[in-house]
């Protein structure tokens, strides 16, 4: 089997110390095949669907789009950030220190990077908010497609962008671990509220290693020898969920979409 973290990698040794302690007792609750360390997929959705998966982190849009019924959700950890709460995330709207805008609205007909069409924290809830707002389809004069979240913020940082929106808990741990890449910058505002990154599996686990799963996530987050690793991971707890508490992607997109709104 296969298994992934890779969502939040400001600190790879860490969250792979936390996967030997999650493998070390999924093997001692009786699954086989528990892989010693973690995959780092360069290919994400092809990962994803991969029918040996056994655990990974995915994002809350691709879930309810291209993984719909195509894997089976474990739940999302609580991270204990600027615009966390629960189980629940935001996404920060990120400018230059210098810039003289505060407020979304002043950004019509300015340049934003987004990490990629597909993002959940970069692109979804961002086209959510600016929805209201937009004139013939749009709100912004510039998009361009970074490619990675850490990009998007380089890019407003440098001045190649006026704004981008990241997922909140990628800029704590940026803030935190890699302070060059947000030097210079500020929070203007957040996004309405979306559930965390996924925790998922393939679509062909059965209802007891589900159940495995989640037992083993919910005592990793009571276990005192993990304390150090969840505080240098942001993270608070772990909230098993399902498919449809995802739904509130789907409203975004839709919401979006209504206002005749279908890009940035």
């Known amino acids: 089997m296969i298994a992934s973290l ?24 009786g699954l086989r095949n528990v892989p010693d360390t973690l995959t780092w997929p360069l290919e994400m959705l ?8 056994l655990l990974s982190q ?3 849009y691709p879930l309810v789009t291209e993984l719909r019924n195509q894997v089976r959700v474990i739940g999302t950890f609580r991270y204990g950030v600027p615009g966390c709460q629960g189980g629940f995330c935001r996404s920060a709207m990120v400018v230059r220190h210098d810039e003289h805008a505060s407020e ?8 934003v990077a987004y990490n990629s069409l597909d993002s959940q924290s970069g692109y979804n809830s961002l086209r959510a908010l600016v929805a209201p707002l937009a004139v013939s389809g749009k709100f912004f004069g510039q998009t361009v497609e970074a490619g990675a979240h850490r990009r998007s913020i380089e890019m407003v940082r440098d001045g190649f962008a006026d704004i981008a929106s990241i997922d909140c808990v990628s800029l704590a741990g ?4 890699l302070p060059d890449i947000t030097r210079g910058t500020r929070i203007i505002g957040y996004s309405d509220p979306y559930p965390g990154l996924p925790l998922i599996a393939a679509a062909g686990i ?11 996530l919910s005592k990793a987050m009571q276990d005192s020898t993990l304390a150090v690793i969840r505080r240098d991971l942001f993270i608070e707890g772990f909230e098993p969920l399902e498919l449809a508490d995802y739904q509130i992607c789907s409203d975004m997109r839709d919401h979006a979409n209504q206002l005749n709104c279908y890009h940035l």
């Open 206 to 216: 059965s209802d007891s290693t589900l159940a495995t799963l989640r037992l083993i």
């Open 174 to 177: 940026f803030e935190k671990y």
């Open 104 to 111: 979304l609205s002043q950004f019509r007909d300015r340049r």
């Open 6 to 29: 890779p969502m939040y990698t400001s600190t790879p040794a860490t969250v792979q110390a936390l996967w030997g302690y999650l493998s070390a007792h999924l093997r001692g609750a």
């Open 46 to 53: 092809g990962h994803w669907r991969n029918p040996s998966l």
């Open 58 to 60: 995915a994002c809350g």
